[in-house]
């Protein structure tokens, strides 16, 4: 569906957001430099005015490559009416000195469930990366039983402490379980090398290569695990650790649906993993909810009609 087509149709339910409260950006704006929040905040103060986009900054957010990415999302929703909105360039806008200055919707593509003054806005720096990735999981497509029966990991070590218990498991179940790290930011050179004592280390594999596994884990990193759009779309069973962290289009999914839930500390990972063995039927109608949500929710035209139906509710 082209995106002209797409902006006219409604929205499902779900993503029928409702924005409440003041919409004060220049309140906003001023109390946070008065507090010297300003790059805390990593805020872009986005202005669109007859037809154009003014952007005035606050510590020179503007030159970050999301925002960047984010002023070029933008023009493609134009012609807009005339609005004003706020947008951070980190994933997250959770500190509560940053909370208590806020007298506006602040447009994030990650917040906590309890978090009522941060907008989830899609993730618009991925958008570029994604729709190769789509393309080439498209041309790479693998029946079900052609599938390598493993639940496969490869990521880096942010978010370790959630992390880190999972890939152990895969030592411990080597046969059922491939997870190791494959990039090692945010950690000591201590930490690293015990992770290569133990085993724990492997290259990198590329996301569409990831996909000649039947189950692929979903593990937070900083906040949201950042594989689990495209996983959607792999045409392999997802495991998606349990989390409070949420992106703009989770209210949409459903576990056992969708994908499969498992504790954030893997105590349950083993039994979820046999769990499947014996409900292939039921994994394979879940792999095709989690195509045809990929489809039709995760397409670069829905993201933009979502993102123009919070623009307008901003009026």
């Not at 409702?18 to 507090?35: M, Q």
């Not at 005035?56 to 490559?65: F, L, S, V, Y």
């Not at 994908?259 to 499947?276: M, S, V």
Request: with cysteine; net charge positive; glycine share 4%.
């Amino acid at each position: 569906m082209r995106w002209e087509e797409k902006r006219r149709s409604p929205l499902p339910s779900w993503a029928q957001v409702r924005i409440e409260g003041p919409n004060d950006v220049a309140r906003t704006v001023a109390e946070i430099e008065r507090c010297g929040l300003g790059q805390a905040a990593q805020l872009t103060r986005f202005s669109i005015q007859k037809g154009r986009i003014v952007s005035p900054t606050i510590q020179q957010a503007w030159q970050h490559p999301r925002v960047l990415k984010m002023r070029f999302f933008i023009q493609r929703l134009l012609p807009l009416p005339d609005v004003e909105f706020l947008f951070t360039s980190h994933d997250l806008y959770e500190d509560p000195q940053l909370l208590a200055c806020t007298h506006a919707p602040v447009f994030a593509i990650s917040k906590t469930s309890q978090n009522a003054k941060v907008v989830l806005f899609p993730h618009v720096e991925w958008l570029f990366h994604w729709q190769r990735l789509k393309r080439k999981l498209q041309q790479q497509e693998m029946a079900w039983e052609q599938k390598k029966p493993v639940l496969f990991w490869r990521g880096a070590t942010t978010g370790f402490t959630s992390r880190y218990p999972i890939v152990q498991l895969s030592r411990k179940y080597p046969e059922e379980i491939d997870a190791l790290f494959s990039s090692f930011p945010q950690i000591d050179e201590a930490v690293q090398r015990r992770l290569m004592e133990e085993n724990l280390v492997g290259q990198g594999v590329a996301e569409e290569a990831q996909a000649q596994f039947r189950y692929l884990l979903s593990l937070d990193g900083n906040c949201f695990g950042g594989s689990f759009f495209w996983q959607l779309a792999s045409g392999s069973v997802v495991f998606k650790q349990d989390s409070d962290y949420q992106e703009w289009y989770y209210p949409g999914l459903s576990p056992y649906v969708h994908y499969i839930p498992f504790a954030r500390n893997g105590a349950e990972k083993k039994k979820k993993k046999r769990w499947p063995e014996t409900h292939e039927e039921e994994c394979k109608g879940l792999v095709r909810s989690a195509i045809k949500f990929s489809e039709e929710i995760l397409s670069v035209e829905a993201m933009m009609a979502y993102a123009d139906y919070l623009l307008h509710q901003l009026i």
